[in-house]
């Protein structure tokens, strides 16, 4: 099946496609969701709206999204990522990981994979951030990680939760076995968080 073509100009003059996006962004605001923040952002990529207007989406999705997961730190509650909003509140947090390991602020990725390690409610998810973290603590540089520990081919990308790296070079739990070391430094940096339940 052929994927229509987008016309970017004639979309970016189209009165009733403009006209959504306002009320998707009314509703965004109005909702704080961060599900129909990734819709409209999606749509301004397409039409490649202005560098300000793409930040200022992607700061709302990921300040609204840490909101989420202070509250649900506050009540004990996980990510359940069969809610649209809790996953795109998930997939929020995980980007920000990834781009702070791609800066080489090893430190904050490794907290937030183990944050969410912790908030979430799918095993494999789970223990695809434990990976995460193990591969951040044995000094893995973000390039190294993906080349060396990810499988990019084994992606599906019809999958909802294709937006986490999950599929790596090893079976997940061979890695973890590896990363044995660094699994028990990790499960006693998350004892803070379960004592304070």
């Known amino acids: 099946m052929k994927t229509p073509e987008i016309h970017v100009?004639?979309?970016?003059?189209?009165?009733?496609?403009?006209?959504n996006l306002k009320m998707l962004e009314k509703e965004m605001v109005d909702e704080n969701s961060i599900a129909k923040g990734y819709q409209l952002l999606d749509a301004k990529l397409i039409i490649e709206a202005g560098e300000e207007e793409i930040n200022e989406i992607f700061t709302f999705i990921v300040n609204t999204a840490f909101d989420k997961l202070a509250e649900n730190l506050s009540v004990q509650k996980t990510f359940d990522i069969r809610d649209v909003e809790d996953l795109a509140a998930a997939r929020a947090i995980y980007e920000h990981g990834i781009q702070r390991y791609s800066e080489n602020d090893k430190k904050g990725a490794k907290e937030i994979f183990l944050i969410l390690h912790h908030t979430m409610d799918h095993e494999m998810l789970k223990d695809a951030m434990m990976v995460h973290a193990c591969a951040v603590m044995a000094g893995h540089s973000f390039d190294d990680f993906i080349e060396n520990l990810v499988d990019v081919d084994a992606v599906d990308m019809h999958d909802p939760l294709a937006f986490f790296i999950q599929t790596f070079t090893q079976p997940t739990d061979i890695l973890l076995t590896m990363f044995a070391k660094y699994v028990q430094e990790a499960k006693e940096e998350l004892k803070v968080l379960e004592e304070s339940k």
Do not use: I
């Not at 100009?9 to 006209?19: G, H, P, Q, S």
């Open 9 to 19: 100009e004639e979309l970016k003059k189209d009165e009733t496609f403009l006209a």
